[in-house]
């Protein structure tokens, strides 16, 4: 019978959701070890210097007033907080009240996380020096800091702006969703900005915007925090940004020219392309742990999409699983991304249409089977459409999914979330997580 069919199926799915937990659970702790051994050594220890091919011997970082620091001595490059944003510079980030600086701190005196996504104190643990000021604005209640992390040559600090870069687009604070990214130019020699929102509270969001700049031998990020109905522009960042690049890259190289420019763009996720980072993925207010991702093997769906890939013959296909494995959740709780390259756009067009045919018709084929249109996703590159399916397993248990299915040239992605109880996102969340994940396979290869 359909419906027994249905409580197998859902059986199977607990028990591959709850292998896919384990593997994801190792690999968080995997990356956990590896940032504990970041962290210990972000203080200036031997083990730290050995890893970034620094010398041997133990020197605090340089940047505070310790008369143990040799690095200071071999470069004065921004040796003095002078070349930091103040009050005044701060001012382009909200022409509302007015702007204060509220703390600077060098060196060791640096805490040990000063911007969204920050994995340990220093970027460069055997660099010249570190500066972290903050500012707050007491009439809007925004806050901003400032991090500079002076390298001791140009190459190092390419690696040091690449180092956070990958802190941001591979985010693991809990709760926290890349809204939108874009790169810069004519502000330093590279940069990126990234939009975090986290959890929505009762009227507003708080927004997390951050750059990220490299100039010459320094590698610098300003953060502002505010609360808004809607993700901020890149604006405001990108003017202070500017301010803030110019007071330092006359000591440090990589000053820039033309017009500061912010163009619309996702940060690289270089752990899994193709896929989605796990920032990218929408956020739930019971869910306070991060997601982490894990591979995982393709299916054929819950029993109305009918995917049938063997006989679709793409030319390749893969799956990548999303659970937060340390969060109080079902089992079943997660996210399933399968990316389906066809060899023409065409081939994917005709899949994508299939099923959407199968689905939209699915009560009638499906006995057991309640389903929902839940919006299209229409774009000038992406096509395609959602659904919540519900499917009574007989014996008074009921499975709930939503389901997404998007093309966009020779790709096409499949997307399902169990919807469990108080564990469910609106319409709109998975519609612009499908849109993102079809973004995200334009890397799939």
């Known amino acids: 019978?359909?419906?027994?069919?249905?409580?197998?199926?859902?059986?199977?799915?607990?028990?591959?959701?709850?292998?896919?937990?384990?593997?994801?659970?190792?690999?968080?702790?995997?990356?956990?070890?590896?940032?504990?051994?970041?962290?210990?050594?972000?203080?200036?220890?031997?083990?730290?210097?050995?890893?970034?091919?620094?010398d041997k011997s133990p020197a605090p970082k340089a940047?505070?007033?310790?008369?143990?620091?040799?690095?200071?001595?071999?470069?004065?490059?921004?040796?003095?907080?002078?070349?930091?944003?103040?009050?005044?510079?701060?001012?382009?980030?909200?022409?509302?009240?007015?702007?204060?600086?509220?703390?600077?701190?060098?060196?060791?005196?640096?805490?040990?996380?000063?911007?969204?996504?920050?994995?340990?104190?220093?970027?460069?643990?055997?660099?010249?020096?570190?500066?972290?000021?903050?500012?707050?604005?007491?009439t809007t209640k925004d806050t901003a800091v400032q991090y500079i992390d002076v390298s001791n040559d140009k190459p190092t600090a390419a690696k040091t702006y690449n180092t956070v870069v990958h802190w941001l687009s591979q985010c693991t604070t809990p709760q926290t969703r890349l809204s939108a990214g874009y790169i810069t130019t004519g502000v330093g020699q590279s940069g990126v900005i990234a939009v975090f929102g986290q959890v929505p509270g009762a009227t507003a969001t708080k927004y997390r915007t951050v750059s990220v700049t490299l100039t010459g031998q320094a590698t610098m990020v300003v953060e502002h925090d505010t609360m808004a109905t809607t993700p901020p522009r890149p604006d405001l960042i990108l003017a202070a940004t500017s301010a803030a690049a110019k007071k330092i890259c006359a000591e440090t190289g990589g000053?820039?020219?033309?017009?500061?420019?912010?163009?619309?763009?996702?940060?690289?996720?270089?752990?899994?392309?193709?896929?989605?980072?796990?920032?990218?993925?929408?956020?739930?207010?019971?869910?306070?742990?991060?997601?982490?991702?894990?591979?995982?093997?393709?299916?054929?769906?819950?029993?109305?999409?009918?995917?049938?890939?063997?006989?679709?013959?793409?030319?390749?296909?893969?799956?990548?699983?999303?659970?937060a494995p340390e969060a109080k959740v079902p089992t079943e709780f997660g996210m399933d991304d399968t990316v389906i390259k066809f060899a023409t756009a065409g081939a994917a067009s005709d899949f994508v249409a299939k099923i959407r045919k199968n689905v939209d018709a699915c009560e009638k084929n499906v006995s057991n089977a309640k389903v929902q249109s839940t919006g299209t996703v229409k774009t000038s590159t992406i096509s395609g459409k959602s659904w919540t399916a519900t499917y009574d397993s007989g014996n008074g248990k009921k499975y709930h999914y939503r389901i997404g299915?998007?093309?966009?040239?020779?790709?096409?992605?499949?997307?399902?979330?169990?919807?469990?109880?108080?564990?469910?996102?609106?319409?709109?969340?998975?519609?612009?997580?499908?849109a993102r994940a079809v973004d995200r396979s334009a890397a799939y290869s």
């Open 1 to 54: 019978m359909a419906g027994s069919h249905r409580g197998q199926r859902g059986g199977t799915r607990a028990a591959a959701r709850e292998a896919r937990r384990q593997q994801a659970r190792k690999r968080n702790q995997t990356i956990a070890a590896g940032v504990a051994v970041v962290v210990l050594v972000g203080g200036g220890g031997v083990a730290a210097l050995n890893a970034f091919g620094g």
């Open 405 to 434: 299915i998007a093309g966009s040239g020779d790709r096409v992605v499949y997307l399902l979330f169990p919807v469990l109880k108080d564990l469910d996102i609106t319409d709109t969340a998975f519609n612009e997580t499908l």
């Open 63 to 138: 940047g505070s007033s310790s008369p143990t620091d040799d690095k200071s001595s071999q470069s004065n490059v921004l040796s003095d907080d002078k070349v930091l944003l103040d009050a005044a510079g701060a001012k382009t980030l909200g022409a509302t009240g007015a702007w204060k600086v509220t703390g600077t701190a060098g060196g060791d005196s640096a805490p040990d996380t000063s911007f969204a996504c920050q994995l340990q104190r220093f970027a460069d643990p055997s660099g010249l020096r570190t500066w972290v000021r903050t500012l707050q604005n007491p």
């Open 255 to 323: 000053c820039a020219t033309g017009a500061p420019v912010a163009k619309p763009a996702l940060l690289p996720n270089t752990d899994t392309p193709g896929f989605m980072a796990p920032v990218d993925l929408p956020l739930l207010s019971q869910v306070d742990k991060p997601w982490v991702s894990a591979a995982a093997q393709p299916g054929d769906g819950t029993g109305c999409e009918k995917l049938s890939l063997k006989t679709a013959k793409p030319k390749k296909v893969g799956t990548t699983t999303y659970v």
